[in-house]
């Protein structure tokens, strides 16, 4: 079990003004930033961090919606930060997300939900590794 995980406030969330709130429910549930970045993802950028889904049929609407505006990106702490922060954000289709999840407060639909979290320890490392060097990490 590591105590990091990596989140994106996707391009919804950050049109819709949502920034704010969604990194206060962040530190308020015992997160520790470590690294945090406001970038917009390219296209083949995009393809590139999500490629696992890439046989999935929603790939392409995936990744032109990731690329479509600025996202923050961001490394988090917190003992058993992986499941904790899945937990935190809620089921990936904002209609199944619990009261007091960030995807049932800001998710508008299962392509557009908000946050991103990764969904195991490897892949919070690759993830994190994707955006930051280590000099941005605190
Ligand atoms: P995320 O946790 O960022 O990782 C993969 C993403 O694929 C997921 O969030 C959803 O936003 C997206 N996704 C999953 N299923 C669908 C779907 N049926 N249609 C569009 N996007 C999807």
Known sequence: MSNRTFTMIKPDAVRNG??????QMINAAGFKIIALKYTQLSTPQAEK???VHSERGFFGELTQFMSSGPIVAAILEKENAVADFRTLIGATDPAKADEGTIRKAYATSIGENAVHGSDSDENAAIEGNFFFSGLERF
């Open 18 to 23: 949502h920034i704010g709130n969604i990194l």
């Open 49 to 51: 961090f999500y490629e």
